[in-house]
């Protein structure tokens, strides 16, 4: 530990791993052609086409 670590409080809470919420497999989908995350329903509403570019997946 550094100096500087004893002088100042620590800026961010560490979090219990135990308390973490999931985020089930397949939720969100990363567009290939714009790098967008979008939500897997909107995709499925959309015919497998990205709103943002028209990217078809």
Not at 9 to 19: E, G, L, M, V
Request: hydrophobic share 35%; with cysteine.
């Amino acid at each position: 530990m550094s100096w500087i670590d004893k002088i100042l409080p620590p800026q961010i809470q560490q979090s219990d791993p135990a308390n973490r919420k999931t985020v089930p497999e397949g939720l969100w989908v990363k567009c290939g052609g714009c790098d967008a995350v979008l939500y897997s329903s909107d995709i499925e509403a959309n015919l497998s086409v990205c709103p943002k570019c028209s990217h078809h997946m």
